[in-house]
């Protein structure tokens, strides 16, 4: 089968604003690895949608279609719908863009690999993502909407307050106390309040676990990646991963496992490429948020792992191929 790879940000969907270059590099490592992992298991027919601004990926077996215009983008996207089957789908979760992609594909009748809508809902809300986590017993930050938290009577704390959607650290700030959250949080308009979250700092290494999800019962876990954060103006950045770099001693490899185990079935849906954000404290690992798709950890993992990480994408679509043939 033929395999649509859509990366988001350089796929031209941007065509008439400005091009975010930190995420446009970021989405850039995403789609050249995990298509260059493709390609060395000998998978040789994937398709892209590609910004005309940034430089074409010349790569033997990966066709490059160029986007000028958002006319352009509109109609390649839809004839992909068309022509293709197979998509694996990485964008942001940010404004539902991810969620709207998946279902697109599917309206199309065709299959978007990974997480199924409800789960990819969940995960692109942090609200209903740390209520989920919760029901569950899974340790998380508790979290409120802004405009629930400007309610409550003066509680000293440092807090993060960021977009109930957002992606990454997008827009993602850090306040040592009470007052500082209320003064940013008030100028905000009103009705952000609704849109924006305020969850307790947590303390802690941060890293990231990455998962290959098979069906509830199964999945593989790929590796659990230091994250490396920065704080900017009260802005909190990522500023880099190294990927598989967490020792046994800091984040046993069976409690990881435990984890990941209660993540996929606390949220039924989770499916192929997962990125898990954690905290890690002397108590318990405590669950940030919850990636449904592929993330930048994945760059590089391959060679961390001495093996190719898309060997299992490549067993998801020969079975799909099985049930299809």
């Known amino acids: 089968m033929k395999l649509f790879i859509y990366e988001h940000i350089t796929s031209g969907a941007l065509i008439d604003e400005p091009l975010p270059q930190s995420l446009a590099h970021e989405g850039d490592v995403m789609l050249q690895s995990i298509v260059q992992d493709l390609l060395a298991t000998g998978h040789t027919s994937l398709t892209t949608l590609r910004d005309h601004r940034l430089p074409t990926l010349n790569l033997a077996g990966l066709d490059c279609l160029a986007v000028k215009s958002d006319q352009d983008f509109s109609r390649q996207w839809q004839r992909a719908l068309n022509d293709f089957e197979l998509f694996l789908l990485i964008a942001p979760e940010t404004d539902g863009q991810l969620l709207t992609l998946h279902q697109q594909v599917r309206d199309a009748g065709k299959i978007a690999l990974g997480s199924s809508l409800a789960a990819i809902e969940i995960c692109s809300d942090k609200m209903k993502t740390a209520l989920t986590l919760r029901a569950a017993n899974i340790s998380t930050p508790e979290t409120w909407l802004a405009s629930d938290w400007l309610k409550q009577a003066e509680i000293s704390n440092r807090w993060v307050v960021k ?41 802690g290494d941060a890293i990231s676990i990455s998962l290959y999800v098979n069906d509830l019962d199964s999945f593989e876990l790929l590796s659990i990646n230091h994250q490396h954060m920065i704080i900017e103006n009260q802005q909190l950045t990522l500023s880099g991963v190294a990927v598989n770099s967490v020792p046994e001693t800091q984040l046993p490899i069976k409690q990881a496992m435990a984890l990941s185990r209660d993540l996929i079935q606390a949220i039924p849906g989770l499916q192929g490429f997962v990125g898990v954000d954690v905290i890690l404290q002397p108590q318990q690992p405590v669950v940030i948020e919850i990636n449904p798709r592929l993330t930048t950890a994945y760059a590089g993992l391959s060679a961390a792992k001495g093996s190719n990480m898309a060997d299992y994408l490549v067993s998801t679509v020969s079975q799909l191929s099985g049930k299809t043939s």
Do not use: N, W
Not at 175 to 201: N, W
């Open 163 to 203: 977009p109930f959607d957002g992606a990454g650290c997008l827009d993602t700030m850090q306040f040592e106390t009470s007052a500082q959250t209320r003064d940013y949080l008030g100028q905000l308009p009103l009705q952000q309040h609704q849109k924006t979250i305020v969850q307790p700092f947590i303390e």
